[in-house]
């Protein structure tokens, strides 16, 4: 059985690899104005001038928002399996938890307060601190809850409670946001990869990467911790720093990508459960480079449904990915009874 | 034989109260040993404690000499593993994965299998009979297979020592059965130490070497089965009313405590079912004369019904028979079980021809020639099965009197 499973994954991982370049070319090449492949390519090896319309397009537009979108799916995906291995329940992420929410009201606070204490200029590093303190308050909110009842269901409802408590705060920040930001600000707060600077990019990558390969050393304890505490225990796995990393790992990951995307939703959830259904297993070290893959993946394809659909105008990213994401919940919910 | 586990005045409880008081056990290398007790009585306490899932509230657990609080994880998960009662919750995860994650002391960093480790994980498998199911999805699998499988995976730690918190509860028998004697088979083969509690009494003082009564905070006897297991043990360890463990037979017998109505000649193991039948009947019954030495003798007695006896191999005399023969005057009807004719149970065959003649309703469960061999002229009634008495005992005397003779 080991070669058979060795060849579906492998195979698996090529296809998601493939699927991600293609999407990424996708994102660069394809959008509401027509570039030709010939003037992309100029622009990609130097050779068109920086006063180029299509220079401009494709520099400052399409190629960040197309690296930002696959960071930021990769870090949603495997953010969400940590958590899901965390709660020992497949309906978590970090958006059904409220983190991503908890984290946007917090860089809403970052961003209003700044202007408002005549910050004239918010750094992406600020941006991500103040996501980040978002994002563990929520959850510590989440585990405090989650301590106190065993219950699944209540679990969740805490977390979407946590998320429109969360939201409702950011919303009526936004009535203090001055009038040319709000657009903006609308279209961040439903979450989207437009508008990434190459600054943001940088620190996007650079926390992500860094992260996200630290979260590959726990491959094995989280495949103990799938068997619970007390076995994971009983193997010689020592629990207590395992579960403080995913927090921090994952509230890490959360933080990032809602720090310059805003709340992201589904990708987290989805992505690992398609992952476990094509590879057929729940072992920890091939979901996480499938989880990674398969996240950059989806949210490049959602970004680019988002920026193509009904191209000029764009759709909020949220509602290409709570089209995949929400039927993936319900499904879990209702086989519940048999996992 | 070294000693794998052992404690010194151990009190085992939670958040520094003490449950259970002054725990003493030794386990040798190849030793079964299973705590046996009423629910709630502090068994799965006293074994989280010698596994080192809660700390003692006092004294010391050593495992092979050393205290269990000073070794490292990692190195105490190759001398010890669990079997827990807790439901896992995978999903998407072989059994064979399942199996496999007791390699996770002995893997690397990456958790990757050796083809050694594969061999272990398949011959641990093996062990348990398990092979078969090892593609099969673990959810997907009966709670005796999910049973044998985590038994497989604790094995792949290859252990020492195995602590079992009740892995035959929810079992069918078969699997019951099955996960005792692989438990036995691992003990006497590999010189696996196995310390268990288990909810089956029989089965345990059957399979173990070795047992601990637990009740109310303490140990109340360890020791051999054979020395510790006495007459009423069982009953007084669980508190059991209506109903007694019989020791020797290993098996529970409802109790009938109601004035005899019915008296069962019996012997040689033909009287259990016809006690049995009567206790479900909602029958008094007494029985006899029985040898000492008779199953039926074990039974009855267990059942509390009042028993004449006569002492193994002696014929019976004069006297005993007299006090059945009071006995039988008390009772509504007797019940011939078709013991063995023999020169010994000669008496007995009497008593029932004189109380037939004298009257009483007599049935008898022999086979129609038998019985006229027996009983000659006397009105005695044939009955085919012993589910026949149930309606026979109901009837009327004078429907069946005429048939008879």
């Known amino acids: 059985m080991g070669r058979q499973n060795a060849v579906r994954w492998m195979s698996w991982l090529s296809v998601l690899l493939a699927g991600t370049v293609l999407v990424f070319l996708l994102n660069v090449g394809l959008g509401s104005v027509n570039i030709s492949l010939g003037d992309i390519l100029r622009v990609l090896f130097g050779e068109a001038s920086p006063a180029e319309n299509a220079y401009l397009i494709i520099w400052r537009v399409r190629l960040p928002r197309a690296l930002a979108s696959l960071a930021g799916g990769a870090a949603l995906s495997i953010a969400g399996l940590l958590l899901q291995t965390f709660f020992a329940n497949p309906i978590v992420e970090p958006y059904v938890l409220g983190v991503s929410s908890g984290s946007s009201l917090f860089v809403a606070l970052v961003t209003l307060g700044g202007y408002t204490f005549g910050v004239s200029r918010v750094t992406p590093v600020f941006l991500f601190l103040g996501a980040f303190t978002g994002a563990m308050l929520v959850m510590s909110a989440v585990l405090f809850a989650a301590a106190r009842v065993k219950n699944v269901v209540t679990l969740l409802i805490v977390g979407l409670m946590a998320g429109y408590l969360c939201s409702a705060a950011t919303s009526v920040l936004s009535a203090f946001a001055q009038r040319e930001q709000i657009a903006n600000y609308a279209m961040w707060s439903m979450g989207s990869f437009a508008g990434f600077t190459w600054p943001q990019v940088g620190i996007l990558y650079a926390i992500v990467l860094a992260t996200l390969l630290l979260s590959c050393l726990l491959a094995k304890p989280l495949n103990a911790l799938s068997m619970g505490d007390r076995y994971a225990e009983s193997m010689g796995i020592r629990v207590k720093p395992v579960r403080f990393a995913i927090i921090l790992l994952s509230s890490v990951l959360t933080a990032a990508v809602t720090a310059f995307a805003g709340p992201v939703s589904f990708i987290g959830l989805a992505v690992p459960h398609i992952c476990r259904i094509l590879m057929r297993t729940s072992d920890s070290r091939i979901l996480i480079p499938a989880g990674m893959l398969g996240g950059a993946l989806m949210a490049g394809a959602c970004d680019f449904a988002a920026r193509t659909v009904v191209s000029p105008a764009e759709l909020p990213l949220g509602a290409i990915t709570a089209i995949i994401g929400a039927p993936v919940v319900v499904f879990l919910l209702t086989g519940r009874e048999k996992l | ?405």
């Open chain 2, 1 to 405: 034989m070294s000693e794998i586990l052992r404690t010194s005045s151990l009190d085992a409880g939670y958040d520094s109260r003490a449950v259970i008081r002054d725990i003493q056990i030794e386990a040798l290398r190849g030793q079964t040993i299973c705590l046996i007790g009423p629910n709630g009585a502090g068994k799965s306490t006293i074994l989280r404690t010698l596994s080192g899932m809660l700390a003692p509230v006092g004294g010391t657990v050593y495992i092979k000499g050393q205290d269990i609080r000073a070794q490292r994880p990692a190195g105490l998960a190759r001398t010890l593993a669990v079997v827990l009662t807790e439901k896992l919750h995978v999903n998407m995860t072989t059994a064979y994965e399942i199996a496999a994650m007791g390699r996770t002391p002995h893997t690397g960093f990456f958790g990757r299998l050796s083809p050694e480790d594969r061999r272990i994980v398949w011959e641990c498998m093996a062990a348990v009979g398990a092979e078969h199911l090892a593609d099969r999805d673990f959810q997907s699998l009966s709670d005796g297979e999910k049973q044998k499988v985590l038994i497989a995976r604790a094995l792949a730690q290859e252990p020492e020592l195995m602590i079992l918190d009740e892995p035959t509860s929810h079992l069918d028998i078969r699997h019951k059965i099955e996960v005792v004697r692989i438990l036995g088979e691992l003990a006497a083969r590999r010189g696996l130490t196995v310390i268990l509690a288990l909810h089956d009494v029989d089965l345990a003082v059957k399979s173990c070497q070795f047992v601990l009564l637990v009740k109310d905070g303490a140990i109340a006897a360890q020791g051999r089965p054979e020395d510790v297991i006495g007459e009423d043990t069982i009953t007084r360890l669980y508190g059991i009313n209506g109903a007694s463990y019989n020791a020797v037979l290993g098996c529970v017998e409802l109790e009938n405590p109601l004035p005899p109505e019915a008296f069962v000649a019996a012997g040689a193991g033909t009287g259990a079912p016809v006690y049995r039948l009567l206790n479900r009947m909602n029958t008094g019954a007494a029985s006899g004369i029985l040898f000492e030495n008779d199953v039926d003798f074990f039974v009855a007695r267990s059942m509390g019904l009042t028993v004449v006896s006569q002492s193994s191999f002696t014929p019976i005399g004069p006297e005993k028979t007299r006090e059945a023969a009071r006995l039988l005057e008390q009772c509504r009807f007797a019940v011939d079980t078709g013991f063995p004719r023999g020169v010994l149970c000669q008496p007995n065959l009497d008593l029932l021809r004189d109380a037939a003649e004298k009257g009483l309703p007599v049935f008898s469960l022999r086979s129609p020639e038998d019985c006229r061999a027996c009983y000659g002229d006397a009105p005695v009634r044939q009955l085919g099965a012993v589910s026949q008495l149930e309606e026979a005992a109901r009837g009327k005397k004078a429907d069946w009197v005429h048939d008879a003779k």
